[in-house]
């Protein structure tokens, strides 16, 4: 089992771009949280997806958007990139309240 | 408003040392509390829940409700214990989001 991975690894960004990040999930788990963890700092929520659906959503504006597809993958999008959107952003995934897996992340930056 | 203090940005410690990595919290209601950590290189990984009352590596932490604290301990520090230790809690009822303090990094020297 490969654990929840992520694509791409890095990349670059100019203002105003949009950017779509994707996470599968770990093997059998159903709910996929994304978080956003910017220099020096922990990890904040951002939203989280289960059953193709938004389910819980942190404090982030409407530029970020999600989705989930029937194979419990996920995107996520964030439109007008700003620069301070420049962070690493990680994919978790869970089933039913048991461990919190997370993948390695995509660091964006936005120049 | 949930929130997770951890008052520390860095911890340096010798070998054999003890280590406590302290952690309050501010929520209203019965959170789960968490320590996750990651090594050098590597992704966020559960170290462990205060639910479970396990010791995993060592390292053991207790839920203090009184003072809204989860201090992370271990009696004997070792090398490979360096790393950054992230604090976290989430909602008991199962909601899956957690909420991190913002990390203290961890060094333990030879």
């Known amino acids: 089992d490969a654990g929840v991975t992520q694509s791409p690894t890095h990349l670059i960004k100019t203002r105003g771009q949009q950017v779509t990040l994707r996470c599968s999930p770990k093997?059998?788990?159903?709910?996929v949280s994304w978080y956003q963890q910017a220099l020096g700092q922990g990890p904040q929520f951002i939203f989280q997806y289960y059953e193709e659906e938004e389910r819980q959503r942190g404090n982030f504006p409407d530029r970020f958007s999600g989705h989930q597809f029937p194979n419990y993958s996920s995107e996520l999008n964030v439109n007008a990139l700003l620069l301070g959107d420049s962070a690493l952003y990680l994919c978790?995934?869970?089933?039913?309240?048991?461990?919190?897996?997370f993948g390695e992340g995509s660091w964006l930056t936005v120049v | 408003a949930q929130r997770v203090t951890q008052p520390e940005k860095l911890l340096s410690v010798f070998k054999g040392a003890p280590v406590e990595l302290k952690c309050n919290y501010s929520y209203s209601g019965s959170p789960e509390l968490f320590w996750y950590v990651q090594y050098s290189r590597q992704r966020l990984q559960l170290l462990l829940r205060h639910i479970s009352r396990e010791s995993i590596k060592g390292f053991t932490a207790d839920l203090n409700k009184g003072e809204t604290s989860f201090h992370l301990k271990k009696p004997f520090a070792q090398e490979e214990d360096s790393a950054m230790y992230y604090c976290a809690l989430s909602d008991q009822g199962g909601s899956e989001k957690l909420v991190f303090g913002k990390g203290t990094k961890l060094t333990v020297n030879p």
């Open positions: 093997s059998g788990h159903d709910t």
């Open positions: 978790a995934s869970t089933r039913s309240g048991n461990t919190i897996y």
